[in-house]
């Protein structure tokens, strides 16, 4: 098995990185938190980092002149760390081409839509306005689009008539909670298979 090392990278109140922290917590996940890194120095879950004794980082995106200025301290930061798998959560910002080349692979990412449907930011605001019956989220490898990666792994989950944002999105971000740290298992314990669009998961050794 390789010993991966995992850089969550988080924009706000990280609920998904508190549920990746406890899947490596009871042993789901095999691998080390080695760095939370946020955009924003008041992000919530630098906080929720640090109470569990993780390295907490923040890299503010409007203290650099340059959007390659910004990535090249988070690729230091992440190198400093020995970070090999990166993992988006709530991370609100797109990166350069330059920087998922570097990573290529080694990237994942949540999305709270059923891609390729309502990919950006505004996907809960989109799927109600466009009257889908179906929304749900998407775990994928990150390539130099917004949202476009192969997928990994979708949930599902209905739209009522009577929703919100509020109420899609936290009937999404439930489901959310639980397949991310299972995808992220799935490639720590070296089972998923890309091949083109297409991953595969493969069996338990
Ligand atoms: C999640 O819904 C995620 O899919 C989206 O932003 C939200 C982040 O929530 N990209 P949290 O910070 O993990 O609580």
């Known amino acids: 098995?390789?010993?991966e090392k995992i850089g969550v990278l988080c924009s706000g109140r990280g609920s998904n990185l508190a549920s990746i922290i406890a899947a490596v917590e009871r042993g789901d996940i095999r691998a080390e938190i080695a760095v939370v890194?946020?955009?924003k120095a008041d992000?919530?879950?630098l906080e929720r980092a640090r109470e569990k004794?993780?390295?907490?980082?923040?890299?503010?995106?409007?203290d650099y002149a340059a959007r390659a200025d910004f990535e090249d301290a988070l690729r230091a930061e992440l190198s400093t760390h020995g970070v090999t798998l990166i993992v988006l959560a709530g991370?609100?910002?797109i990166l350069t081409p330059a920087f998922v080349h570097a990573y290529a692979g080694h990237i994942l990412n949540i999305h709270p839509a059923l891609l390729p449907s309502f990919p950006g930011a505004h996907a809960h605001r989109d799927a109600l306005s466009y009257g889908v019956k179906v929304s749900g989220c998407t775990v994928h490898f990150v390539d130099e689009g917004t949202d476009s990666g192969p997928i990994i792994m979708q949930a599902a989950v209905p739209v009522h008539d009577d929703d919100t944002e509020?109420?899609?999105?936290?009937?999404v971000l439930a489901e959310e909670h639980r397949?991310?740290?299972?995808?992220?298992?799935?490639?720590?314990d070296g089972r998923l298979q890309m091949d083109g669009r297409q991953v595969r998961i493969l069996p338990c050794q």
């Open 1 to 3: 098995m390789r010993e």
């Open 37 to 39: 890194i946020a955009d």
């Open 43 to 45: 992000a919530y879950a």
């Open 53 to 62: 004794g993780i390295p907490a980082v923040a890299v503010v995106y409007r």
């Open 91 to 93: 991370f609100m910002r």
């Open 166 to 171: 509020e109420t899609l999105a936290a009937r």
């Open 179 to 188: 397949i991310f740290p299972e995808a992220i298992r799935l490639y720590v």
